[in-house]
């Protein structure tokens, strides 16, 4: 059965420091991952996305991230963090007939200033 | 162009009586899916549906059932509520239910259900 990992439950970095999420998946085939950010009470903005192709995948507000099949990871990746940057971001694998979203757990990213 | 509408935002029921959940999907969407998030937790699968029929269900009881009406808008039903229902509950469309390049998912701000 697929799974995602994220191993940092919570991460402090200061304004203008780089920054680096964690996810590792579980899945057979090849994957399709998402990263995903969610602010209080708030639902889910799709912040980048790996189909086939380029491992090294840019999204929105300067986010990157990178697909090592090697280490079943795709973390996420940001060289300077903005304060409003601050929010739980989530890791999650499409899978299944429906494809359906299989998300990590999250990690909340608090930044200083 | 509207995104993915919830309603209601918030709402609270006792324990054994039953809730009905909307969302409208983006427009030309028409795959409708549910998850249940609850406090401290990804996302959990519940439904998917697409074209008025189930695609996929998740490990929920079936307490929990859900619809599509020709338009394309969805319901979640649940009966019997628990205590341990209590969760944001997130709509997510997408424009297929099928091959990944279509299956790019936005979500809703959600639907917080608070069981006492």
């Known amino acids: 059965a697929q799974s995602v990992t994220q191993p940092d439950i919570h991460i402090t970095v200061s304004e203008g420091a780089s920054l680096e999420l964690r996810c590792n998946y579980s899945y057979g085939a090849t994957p399709y991952l998402f990263w995903y950010v969610q602010s209080p009470g708030q639902g889910l903005q799709l912040l980048l996305k790996?189909?086939?192709?380029?491992?090294l995948v840019q999204g929105i507000k300067g986010f990157e991230a990178e697909f090592k099949r090697s280490q079943s990871s795709f973390n996420l990746r940001k060289p300077s963090v903005h304060w409003s940057d601050a929010a739980e971001y989530f890791c999650?694998?499409?899978?299944?007939?429906?494809?359906?979203?299989?998300f990590g757990s999250g990690t909340q990213l608090t930044v200083l200033p | 162009d509207a995104g993915v509408t919830q309603s209601p935002t918030h709402l609270i029921k006792t324990r054994g009586q039953h809730v009905t959940l909307r969302c409208s999907p983006i427009s030309g969407h028409k795959s409708v899916s549910w998850y249940q998030q609850v406090l401290g937790q990804g996302p959990q699968f519940i439904f998917q549906?697409?074209?008025?029929?189930?695609?996929g269900r998740g490990n929920f009881p079936d307490r929990f059932s859900a619809r599509q009406f020709p338009n394309y808008s969805s319901e979640l039903n649940v009966n019997a509520l628990l205590l341990g229902d209590s969760a944001l509950y997130l709509c997510a469309s997408s424009l297929t239910g099928t091959g990944y390049m279509n299956t790019e998912a936005f979500f809703g701000q959600g639907t917080r259900l608070t069981v006492v």
């Open positions: 549906y697409y074209e008025k029929e189930e695609r």
């Open positions: 790996y189909f086939s192709g380029d491992t």
């Open positions: 999650a694998v499409a899978s299944g007939s429906a494809r359906q979203l299989t």
